[in-house]
């Protein structure tokens, strides 16, 4: 399944994709929790799957015509993953890691599928950074590796955008992570069941304005998503609805000479096979 969350005369709603339309579960399964982690919490897919399945008319939404939001708001936990791809370590010139480096985004840093991220004015450093995202569906501490995927409800498309001049003003990268509406992800959460365990191998890229600046492979990650899960579930409780971004392939724009920014008027597009295509334009902040 696609699971996505749309607004709904103001309001953040469950959905799922039904060939050109969304189902709209606040119609079709009404009894349902109405938040994707709930639903997680609750071990309520299969529900989900039928209610889709038997969805009437009066529960169908065009796609076309829907605004589309993050498709989990306001997750629990954010864990975003830095240098994960031994290649781009490489071109950024860092030491290949032997633990996870993790850092935390928060949601106000993130929008959905086709709303503008915006170049702030303290900085014009502005990068992208294509990236798969882990959705925690069940939660738990402890977890082994060898069942960590038991724990995935899907993965969905992560563009990580960093102001670069903020992130390396010190040791920690949080303030060049999460400037307002600097990244995204969406437009959907695809089921694990519909992708290659751990999802990989699976293409991956980054295309500003139709060229492309990233091209890589999930398969080369140095922590897959087994060992990722196990790694942070040593340290906190992973719960239903947390994300985890995974890293990003080369050709990052600070990696080159001259680096190559983001600028407003700039429309990116990261895609991930069998996954989708996650778009935003770039705008510059209010003044």
Not at 130 to 141: D, H
Not at 208 to 237: H, W, Y
Request: charged share 20%.
């Amino acid at each position: 399944m696609r699971l996505v969350t749309f607004d709904k005369a103001g309001r953040a709603t469950c959905g799922v994709r039904r060939g050109d339309a969304i189902v709209d579960l606040s119609q079709a399964a009404p009894d349902l929790p109405r938040t994707w982690p709930a639903i997680f919490a609750t071990e309520a897919l299969a529900e989900v799957a039928h209610a889709v399945e038997a969805a009437p008319d009066r529960a169908l939404v065009p796609a076309a015509n829907t605004r589309l939001l993050v498709p989990i708001p306001y997750p629990p936990k954010i864990l975003a993953i830095g240098l994960n791809y031994r290649s781009h370590a490489e071109e950024a010139g860092q030491a290949i890691p032997d633990y996870p480096i993790v850092f935390p985004r928060w949601p106000t840093s993130l929008v959905g599928h086709g709303a503008a991220l915006v170049c702030p004015k303290a900085s014009t450093d502005f990068d992208h950074e294509a990236e798969l995202l882990v959705v925690i569906g069940t939660g738990g501490r402890h977890i082994a590796k060898d069942k960590a995927l038991d724990h995935v409800a899907g993965y969905s498309i992560f563009n990580d955008g960093s102001l670069r001049d903020y992130q390396f003003k010190s040791s920690q990268w949080a303030m060049g992570k999460n400037f307002d509406a600097s990244g995204s992800w969406g437009p959907d959460i695809v089921t694990a069941d519909e992708l290659p365990p751990g999802a990989a191998p699976l293409r991956i890229q980054a295309r500003v304005n139709g060229e492309v600046r990233q091209d890589g492979d999930t398969g080369d990650m140095i922590f897959d998503v087994a060992t990722l899960i196990s790694t942070l579930s040593e340290a906190m409780t992973l719960e239903p609805g947390d994300i985890i971004p995974t890293g990003t392939p080369p050709g990052v724009g600070f990696a080159r000479t001259p680096p190559l920014w983001m600028h407003p008027g700039d429309v990116c597009e990261v895609e991930i096979e069998k996954i989708g295509t996650l778009r935003n334009p770039i705008v510059a902040e209010a003044t």
